[in-house]
């Protein structure tokens, strides 16, 4: 059963998750990454992994959930932060 304090977890893994969305959206519209810092995705997505890691150890449904699909968003701004360096 989900307490209470977990359905505010929830809530707000939802909206740090979909704050998130606009971002990767325009990326991959775009094809664009400039202004962005793969430095700070990179140390990002490690904090984000040990957040998950932790979620997992704590059974907290939202961290796990949360932190999965940012780590996939993130995932994608990387790739893409990756492949315009490549390029140039």
Request: net charge positive; glycine share 6%; proline share 1%.
């Amino acid at each position: 059963m989900i307490d209470n304090i977990e359905i505010i977890g929830l809530i707000a893994a939802f909206l740090t998750t979909f704050a998130f969305i606009p971002q990767v959206y325009k990326v991959i519209k775009t094809k664009s990454t400039d202004g962005l810092s793969l430095t700070t995705y990179l140390i990002f997505i490690v904090g984000v992994c040990l957040w998950f890691a932790y979620g997992f150890y704590k059974a907290s449904i939202s961290m796990i959930m949360g932190n999965g699909i940012t780590i996939l968003l993130s995932s994608v701004i990387i790739f893409y932060l990756l492949k315009n360096r490549n390029s140039s």
